[in-house]
């Protein structure tokens, strides 16, 4: 499906969006702006990463990748969760290729071309990008959610919330603030050093700084309840040793007492008296509540 702006083609730009081009449209890509054979082959390929190449003929050859707005909740891998788009960037024209329609570069199509005047190719392709990183929003604050949901149950009474949930939204936070993370970078190579910086490219990397750090600071939060999750494992552990120990603190006299009165010799004065019995039980009772009594001085109880 091929979709073409009547009205940059009019003003002297191009914008020709493909998706899920044929082998006979990428072969008419090639041979009328003079593509790349590998740079087109890489653009095909979905599980490639955000990355920025100039070719020798002056196109420049970008990948991106935005947030899947079709990506399964229990998604946790770059290709599940985010779709990638190439964009071929040359001095009067732009092509872009993706496999699947993309929501938010339909709209900025539908957009730019209701505008009616001529649009720089590269302040459009600025556009693009910010409209791409914009998507990430979504599915950080879906994180977000998740991340505050989780640590409402881990002290909400009852059994603890899985850690697999934690686990799946620490790794979806890592695959967005490492898709951020490149695609800054792609941006810096795109705008060379020294150039005066467009407005439109002074808030696309705002945008993409903003949304790194968002990720970053979701990815932290994620670690923190992680470890704070183990902490809290450890601490039952420990109370339930500890009344284990404090019951064997209590029977440990006791048992030495019917160790002794258990070895059965036949000369042991004890056994003589009237009231040995009671006065063996009366020992332990002392024993007993002598040692509790220590251990509510100590705060142990």
């Not at 449209?25 to 920025?52: N, Q």
């Not at 720089?120 to 599915?139: C, K």
């Not at 919330?161 to 792609?186: D, G, N």
């Not at 809290?232 to 009165?261: C, E, Q």
Request: glycine content about 6%; some cysteine; hydrophobic content about 45%.
């Amino acid at each position: 499906m091929t979709r073409e702006s009547v009205a940059f083609r009019v003003a002297g730009l191009k914008w020709v969006d493909i998706v899920d081009p044929s082998p006979a449209e990428v072969e008419r890509l090639v041979r009328e702006y003079g593509l790349h054979h590998e740079a087109v082959a890489d653009c095909l390929d979905p599980e490639h990463l955000p990355k920025f190449e100039r070719q020798e003929n002056g196109v420049v050859f970008l990948i991106v990748r935005a947030w899947d707005e079709a990506a399964t909740p229990d998604g946790d891998s770059c290709q599940a969760l985010t779709r990638k788009v190439a964009l071929f960037v040359g001095p009067d024209f732009l092509v872009t290729i993706h496999r699947k329609p993309q929501p938010y570069l339909t709209k900025l199509f539908a957009e730019t071309d209701q505008e009616g005047h001529q649009t720089p190719v590269q302040e459009l392709v600025f556009r693009i990008l910010d409209a791409a990183v914009i998507t990430y929003e979504t599915p950080l604050l879906k994180v977000e959610e998740g991340l505050d949901k989780w640590h409402e149950g881990l002290f909400a009474p009852g059994p603890n919330p899985p850690l697999e949930q934690l686990a799946l939204l620490k790794r979806q936070a890592s695959v967005y603030r490492r898709m951020l993370q490149s695609t800054l970078l792609v941006f810096q190579r795109f705008t060379p050093p020294g150039e005066r910086v467009h407005p439109v490219c002074q808030s696309m990397i705002e945008d993409t700084q903003s949304t790194h750090a968002w990720a970053d600071e979701l990815l932290e939060e994620a670690n923190n309840l992680l470890q704070l999750q183990f902490a809290l494992a450890a601490h039952r552990t420990n109370d339930v040793i500890k009344v284990l120990t404090i019951f064997s603190a209590f029977f440990m006299p006791l048992t030495f007492l019917v160790g002794v009165y258990g070895m059965n010799f036949h000369f042991m004065p004890e056994l003589g008296w009237q009231y040995g019995y009671l006065w063996s039980w009366g020992l332990m009772a002392v024993l007993t509540f002598g040692i509790w009594l220590w251990f509510r001085r100590k705060g142990w109880l």
